[in-house]
């Protein structure tokens, strides 16, 4: 079956540190590749996709590359900020599949 | 936009009591989840639903039940909660093609003492 491993947590920055939280997936096929955000007391929301090798998904300032080559979708921030402090969630979809697969997420803090 | 609705947001029960959790969208999609999510576990899928009156297990199914009976509700039972059972719980739905994004919910976090 699938699966996805993200990197353990937590993670300490301090702001405007580079970010990189690395994600790597084992499916059948092609999945598409997601990363979610939770913040504190809120359900999951979408960061980013991507559906296809090599697609860059990006959204506030974050971007991930989907690597088929090392089945890799690490995730990327140049410049982090206090409002980013939460919890981030690598996740899969299996190849014409509707169901997710998540990682365990990374907490992230990031200090004035 | 409500989006998806869980409710209620809290609930503390007693080891064997019972209760419902029910997850409403307005977004009119097919497919809708129930996971878990527990410290150090990520979210773990319980059960689903491909449309109105169909369901199906997840990864950890046991001790829950489910229910679709219209399309925009998905119903979460526990029959005799454990302890075990304590997390926190959060509904998803998503359309149907694949390779969409799931919209999730606020979560229900539920205690069994």
């Known amino acids: 079956g699938n699966s996805v491993t993200q990197m353990e947590g937590p993670v300490t920055l301090s702001e405007e540190a580079f970010l990189t939280i690395n994600c790597t997936y084992t499916a059948t096929g092609y999945p598409s590749l997601f990363w979610y955000v939770q913040y504190p007391g809120e359900g999951l929301q979408l960061l980013l996709k991507a559906t296809k090798a090599d697609d860059k998904g990006s959204n506030k300032g974050f971007e991930a590359t989907y690597r088929k080559e090392t089945t890799s979708f690490h995730l990327e921030k140049g410049s982090v900020q206090v409002s980013d402090s939460a919890v981030y969630f690598c996740?899969?979809?299996?190849?014409?599949?509707?169901?997710?697969?998540f990682g365990k997420g990374t907490k992230l803090s990031v200090i004035p | 936009n409500a989006g998806v609705t869980q409710t209620p947001k809290f609930r503390v029960l007693k080891t064997g009591q019972s209760m419902t959790l029910l997850c409403a969208q307005d977004?009119?999609?097919?497919?809708m989840y129930w996971y878990r999510q527990d410290p150090g576990m990520g979210l773990r899928l319980i059960h689903y639903s491909v449309g109105e009156g169909t369901t199906a297990k997840g990864e950890v199914p046991d001790g829950y039940n489910v229910s679709r009976l219209k399309k925009q509700n998905f119903l979460l039972g526990l029959e005799s909660a454990a302890p075990s059972q304590t997390s926190v719980y959060f509904c998803a739905s998503s359309d149907r093609a694949a390779n969409t994004e799931a919209f999730f919910g606020q979560g229900t976090r539920l205690t069994v003492v």
């Open positions: 996740a899969s979809s299996g190849a014409g599949s509707y169901q997710l697969t």
């Open positions: 977004m009119n999609h097919e497919y």
